[in-house]
């Protein structure tokens, strides 16, 4: 199984990316997904998580309304749309697959992980 992050890059303030995440493999339509980051420094902190059918979403308090999660499991796929970025944004973003049909907030959820994708917003 593998996950492959892209989609990221260096973006000013206000503006978008759309970070999406391919799986190869077994595992996925069945597999609930995630977002995470970490930026230098700091811990690897939870941004989105999403249900296998994409009729759960979750979001971290630092981005629900600025960011969006979606899948399409027809293409073994998993997206967020990255609106209103800020520099606090800044961090390498994972995308990872639980170990059931539904994500969560905790990194200990998730199985499988991609190799992540930088995302660098300049003030």
């Known amino acids: 199984v593998q996950l492959q992050a892209c989609g990221g890059g260096l973006v000013q303030t206000g503006g978008s990316l759309r970070l999406a995440c391919v799986a190869s493999?077994?595992?996925?339509?069945?597999?609930?997904m995630g977002w995470f980051r970490q930026a230098p420094g700091k811990e690897r902190e939870f941004v989105s998580a999403i249900s296998w059918n994409g009729d759960r979403i979750v979001y971290a308090d630092s981005v629900k309304g600025r960011f969006t999660s979606s899948r399409d499991n027809a293409k073994n796929a998993v997206y967020l749309q990255m609106n209103s970025l800020e520099p606090e944004d800044t961090a390498i973003y994972y995308c990872?697959?639980?170990?059931?049909?539904?994500?969560?907030?905790?990194?200990?959820?998730?199985?499988?992980w991609g190799q992540g994708t930088q995302v660098t917003v300049s003030s």
């Open positions: 990872a697959a639980a170990r059931g049909s539904y994500g969560s907030r905790g990194a200990y959820d998730y199985k499988y």
């Open positions: 493999g077994r595992i996925f339509m069945n597999n609930g």
